[in-house]
């Protein structure tokens, strides 16, 4: 692939993104809610996309290919079951928008502050989500790095690749807050799914003699990749410890967790959710196909992150097919790292931050203090080159796992308590590093374990603590 | 409706891990997860069709 078509179709891309973030700014007020939750005004269409953007990240057209590629049909069911997660998001959604429009909260810490009746649930949950979050946003610009890096030959480095990524974030967040992110991540979400389809309907047609002939060759050749635990790779515990953290996705992780805080009424979250829905299923079979597909055409290779980069550099792919999904892949990598950037930078401002700076100072500090400092802490991160995207994003996710009861039991707990908060989410997430520090406490069980403490914590802490001590 | 999803998030754990382990085949833990997702989404559907303010 040739540099100066690489950096045509990133220049292009940075001129539409650019351009879309603008334009919305246009009468845009400045406060927290304006800046934070796009003034609770956003169409639910753009709303959808961006949230779709924001979940799926380079993991889909990297991680998720790779993993088809080493376990097969697993990989499907592992994404398939994410999917389904937003049961949560449908179960908390209501109560969680109800509470944050009823207080003008910004973020989810505050939510959960109010609820529990002491700012300290906040502050903690704040500090955890954080900690987890910033390996998971490193993995985004990892993606870009080597994506660029294996195209370009490696004339363009690791690193310009890394610095690219995060100029665009540091550029979208700050034009308009989640207003310009999200307009960016709706062009980007466009992006990744026609990107997606162009490349995995040319690999499956021209290079593989179509559907029927694809379907064939898997079975005959690979059958099995087709049953779990098959090839040996997605054992029962595997499975579980993937998709287990996945399957709570929606209420765990932040950045799309505020997301519920956004729409003006609750038919607006309605469609929101359900336009995800639809386009989460369709981009999770086109790429478990475009895993199968690599699995086929490149039965070697080593390293299997780089099943994409690798199918678009050895087979004869038209030039605009390959620069579209190398902007698709970065547009999924920078639209779920501003998202998180952005979300992290509001529970800096809301909740650790001490009460009592005006809101024009809390949105200075943001815009040219918390997002920037937050984007170098993932940028020293991405340097260290790690290699595993999948393994990486799962385990972020499983830190996050710590903090599910709370927020269950915040909205539909019968004895509240801050102390049960503070002691399940601190407990989940030491057991979580723990484990992630390669301490094997329960034979390996790390998903159920994480989620079963941070529970039993929350539950028996909460029978122990004294009545009368009622929610607001 | 929460119990018929749950219980169906069950069985996306544990059938392929079972009955179709054997079945090598794209009708088999493919179809299946697929059937899955479309009865979630559909079941999602129904629930937030129950939200009022």
Known sequence: MSEQYLWLAIALYAGWGSAFALAVRRGARLSLIEYFLAGRKLHWLIAALSYGATTYSAFMMLGLVGLTYRGGVGALGFELIYLSGLFWAVLVGPKFWEAGK?????????VLSLEYRNPLVGTVYALIVSGFLIPYTSVQLTGIGYLLEVLSRGT??????????LCFIILWT????????AATDALQAGIMMASSVALVFFVVVRLLGGFSAFFHTVETTYPRWLSVPGNGFFTFRTFLNLSLPWFFFSISNPQVFQRLLVPANLGEMRKTITGFLGYGFVYTLITVTLGFGALVLLPDLKNPDLATPTLLLEFPIPSWIVLFVVVGIISAAVS????????????????????GVPERKRLLFAQFLFIPLLCLAVFFFALGRFNLIALLSVTSSLGLLSVVPTIVGAFFGRRKSDRAALLSMILGAVLALLQLGGVRIFGGWTAPSVLGVASGVYFLTGLLAPRGHPPQ | MFVVFLSLVVLAYLLPFTVLSQ?????????FWNIFAILAILILLRIMRSWHE
């Open chain 1, 102 to 110: 009823r207080h003008g909260c910004v973020s989810p810490g505050e």
């Open chain 1, 156 to 165: 363009i480095g690791y690193p310009v690749g890394l610095l690219l990524a």
């Open chain 1, 174 to 181: 700050t034009i308009a807050g989640l207003r310009s992110v």
């Open chain 1, 336 to 355: 779920t790292a501003d998202s998180i950037i952005l979300t992290l930078s509001s529970l800096f401002l809301q909740d650790i931050l001490p009460k």
């Open chain 2, 23 to 31: 079945v090598q085949r794209f009708s088999g833990s493919f179809l």
